[in-house]
């Protein structure tokens, strides 16, 4: 069968990197894959069922999807469902010392070579080792003082590289040298930086007149395993010229230290990494710890083995048959691991292909199970032909007359419908008039959970019982520690307690301040066995105490939770109190007092006295207050009028306050007495 393009590839890689992992949600079967290599691409996780009889002839029962699902429909050896792997093809141990004088045959690195089939989205892992063996390689950087007083040595060790390298390889099979130099910084007091001194800071000494201007260090050549460029380097050398006596030895240590390569860690780098694969490490590194997306490992002594973790993910097919190699590499080490990668992303179904298939009533190709009928002809095994009177086989399709084909789910195909796949579940029935996920639903859950969806019906699972299966006929909830159902005040329904005694609440019923409760029932026994000085052995109390454990205290100490605590008023007007705890025999833990809370009795005499001499006190009180703030008043006034007294200054007859004991009145009036006037006065 011919492969789907590569976009086709990608696009259903794409679709569904996209989908959402919603509950319930098959992503294998919502791909709508027509084909094996189809289904192969949609996830990982998909599986296809090649087998001829797969599924009911009245439902369309999706080839595509996870390999238990298809198992559970029936598929049993015929799923095509590869899966990414790899073989190691070259494995050589590592070696654990250098040998060899050119160290060919030292194995740094392990396996050397893998071969990778892969299945696109499906990752596969496999693990490599580094280990840096013993005294190999060994890198010597040369640092010379190229001061005044060192210039006999520089006569010395024009020759001294291919001595070293004569006796360093005696030692290892990988020798590198490098050189550098330094005289001291090229500041005062350190050199000579007067003007003169510039170019030729030797001016002025009579022993060596000539020489090149003073440095502070110089990284004359890089690592290298030729020693003749050693050699030449070091001829080019001239001395120069500081003042004081130390050079600046430390700060050239420490730039040849930055320029050198030192190896204390192992690092991969990848060569020729194909553009559709993608590649993920986790170092193991001497910590014992892992390390994911780390590809290096630091602080590596020699003889140290690192650990590498690589995984491997196509992320799509090639467009035709390619094999892709590719390298890793640890840096700096010639040794390194070769990776072949092959596709898989073809059926081994499809290659058993057959053209006019008489499974297919001789019109169509049949691959993997489905039969690919020929232009004109259609159906599952490509039994019907195009253009033949439809509307016969349409009505053999409707439940009802006037109801729609295969009832809106579902196709009409030769006379029967073919029900639609849902993501939701099941579409079944002659019509596609029944499915599994359209019953009743408790908080969202279909049947509650405890039942099977049929055509629209919940059908429950033992021990349930309601429309959506949410009623549990299981009473063992509903039982009290003391065995009884609700506490006897109510009725056990859905697995919780209904209370129908009045006044009665909590989850067993247990509370009911108006009913008569354990306090009232118990109290009968307390009575007795105060009325019989505490001894249970009297015939009346032992049938009342029949289930009571007695324990007698001086104080009740309420420091169990559970414990009641239940008081009553005896006959002497006395506080008897006492707990009790349900054990789980069904008997009860009864703490009583041993004798009830009594107090004394107030005397009714004492309180009238007191009463009544309470109030004198309060009158004598106010009265003595009244008479205080009167005497004080009439001191204030008294004290005026001395005051007003004492600033008279007047007789007696001056007083004026003095009135004479005769008034004198003038009225002006006229009158007429006998047709005369008068005027005048009256006194």
Known sequence: MPRAPAPLYACLLGLCALLPRLAGLNICTSGSATSCEECLLIHPKCAWCSKEDFGSPRSITSRCDLRANLVKNGCGGEIESPASSFHVLRSLPLSSKGSGSAGWDVIQMTPQEIAVNLRPGDKTTFQLQVRQVEDYP????????????????????????????????????????????????DISPFSYTAPRYQTNP????????????????????PLTDRVDSFNEEVRKQRVSRNRDAPEGGFDAVLQAAVCKSIR???????WDQPEDLNLFFTATCQDGVSYPGQRKCEGLKIGDTASFEVSLEARSCPSRHTEHVFALRPVGFRDSLEVGVTYNCTCGCSVGLEPNSARCNGSGTYVCGLCECSPGYLGTRCECQDGENQSVYQNLCREAEGKPLCSG??????????????????????????????????KGVLCSGHGECHCGECKCHAGYIGDNCNCSTDISTCRGRDGQICSERGHCLCGQCQCTEPGAFGEMCEKCPTC???????????????????KPDNQTCHSLCRDEVITWVDTIVKDDQEAVLCFYKTAKDCVMMFTYVELPSGKSNLTVLREPECGNTPNAMTILLAVVGSILLVGLALLAIWKLLVTIHDRREF????????????????????????STHTVDFTFNKFNKSYNGTVD
Do not use: W
């Open 202 to 221: 030797c001016i002025g000494y009579k022993l060596f007149p000539n020489c090149v201007p003073s440095f502070g260090f110089r990284h004359l050549l």
């Open 639 to 662: 004290a005026k009028f001395q005051s007003e007294r004492s600033r008279a200054r007047y007789e007696m007859a001056s007083n004026p306050l003095y009135r004479k004991p005769i």
């Open 516 to 534: 008569p409760d354990a306090c009232s029932t118990k109290r009968d026994c307390v009575e007795c066995l105060l009325l019989h000085s505490g």
């Open 138 to 185: 060994v890198d010597l950087y040369y640092l010379m003082d190229l001061s005044l007083s060192m210039k006999d040595d520089l006569d010395n060790i024009r020759s001294l590289g291919t001595k070293l390298a004569e006796e360093m390889r005696k030692l290892t099979s990988n020798f590198r040298l490098g050189f550098g130099s330094f005289v001291d910084k």
């Open 409 to 442: 789910r579902g196709d009409c195909s030769c006379n029967q419908c073919s029900c639609f796949e849902s993501e939701f579940g099941k579409i079944y029935g002659p019509f596609c008039e029944c499915d599994n996920f359209s019953c009743a639903r408790n």
């Open 264 to 270: 204390s860690k192992v690092e991969l780098s990848v």
